[in-house]
């Protein structure tokens, strides 16, 4: 009996789910506003957007620190490139120091 609702219906399968579909979306959304109330779904108007807070986030970060004192990166350079994937003795160094301590 399936098999012969796939053959007959396959064709018009578009034609018989998109009501089926629309009408079920439609019973949920009622039963949705119903069960929440009057209230609003949508909560964008409550919470400012992902850019807003980054900016305000990145806006924080920058006026709590002093611009400009800039760390020097020629010191944590490689001399060459066999020197790279080798730990720094000033590295090694400092992580004694601190754990002895």
Do not use: C, H
Not at 29 to 58: C, F, H, Q
Not at 75 to 85: M, Q, V, Y
């Amino acid at each position: 009996m399936f098999q012969l609702f796939t053959r007959f219906g396959g064709p018009f399968a578009t034609a018989l789910l998109f009501p089926a579909a629309a009408a079920i979306g439609y019973v949920g959304y009622n039963l949705e506003y119903w069960v929440r109330g009057t209230e609003k779904i949508s909560m964008a108007e409550n919470r400012p957007s992902v850019a807003d807070r980054r900016d305000r986030r990145i806006t924080n970060e920058t006026s709590s620190k002093d611009v400009t004192s800039v760390r020097n990166l020629k010191s944590e350079l490689p001399s060459t490139i066999f020197d790279k994937n080798q730990p720094s003795k000033k590295g090694i160094l400092q992580s004694e120091t601190q754990t002895s301590e």
